[in-house]
């Protein structure tokens, strides 16, 4: 690609040779149009530079066209007439050659960050894998609490439920027991009191039997 640019390279160096001997030359017209002439090689000089970042040209070439539009004095009018476009187009090839440089860099940064990132990733994995089991453990540690507590409480209320039923079946002997108490001696004092009734009748009787026998 370099071997392509030897002509346009000789060219531009003999406007050189012209453009540096201007302050030399009286006759109006041929200095106009060495100055255009001389503009016109300059413009060409860095349209072919951004060509060539463009077409991302190897840094062997880009460097030898950037030489060769930076080194174009000509004259110094024009030069400041299109100093902004000449001082953007070396700021973009410098870029240009910074980024081809930084390449190699790139890739082993690159490189090295997937592997950091591959690192970085596997950690993050072990470590979600360690919260899961964790969790999962402390899952298990609290089911076995709250079955462990409803068989404590299912225990619990069967003894008080036998506590309550044996409480109530004392109570209800209790309560018969009274009954049966009440009853019997309700039983005895009405013996007693027909006793009582029948002896009652019965001494009106043996009286009147005694004086009938005495008479």
Not at 43 to 53: D, F, N, P, Y
Not at 75 to 86: F, G, L, R, S, T
Not at 101 to 120: G, I, K, T
Not at 137 to 165: F, G, H, P, S
Request: with cysteine; glycine share 2%.
């Amino acid at each position: 690609m370099a071997q392509s640019l030897i002509p346009t390279l000789t060219s531009i160096d003999e406007e050189e040779e012209i453009l540096s001997d201007l302050k030399s030359i009286t006759d109006l017209d041929l200095l106009k149009r060495l100055r255009t002439s001389g503009k016109m090689v300059h413009t060409k000089a860095g349209k072919k530079l951004m060509e060539s970042i463009a077409a991302k040209e190897d840094r062997d070439t880009v460097r030898a066209l950037r030489a060769v539009y930076d080194d174009l004095d000509g004259e110094k009018d024009w030069i400041q007439a299109v100093i902004y476009d000449h001082l953007a187009i070396l700021a973009k090839c410098d870029d240009y050659l910074a980024l081809i440089n930084s390449r190699s860099a790139s890739v082993v940064s690159r490189a090295s960050s997937r592997h950091s990132s591959v690192s970085s990733r596997q950690a993050k994995i072990h470590e979600a894998e360690r919260k899961e089991k964790e969790a999962e453990l402390m899952l298990q540690q609290v089911e076995d609490e709250t079955r462990r507590r409803k068989e404590e409480d299912a225990k619990i209320r069967e003894a008080e439920d036998y506590k309550r039923k044996v409480e109530s079946e004392r109570k209800q002997r209790e309560i018969r027991d009274e009954i049966d108490l009440q009853r019997l001696s309700g039983a005895i004092m009405r013996q007693q009191l027909n006793d009582l009734t029948v002896d009652d009748q019965a001494v009106p009787t043996r009286a009147s039997s005694f004086v009938s026998g005495l008479s």
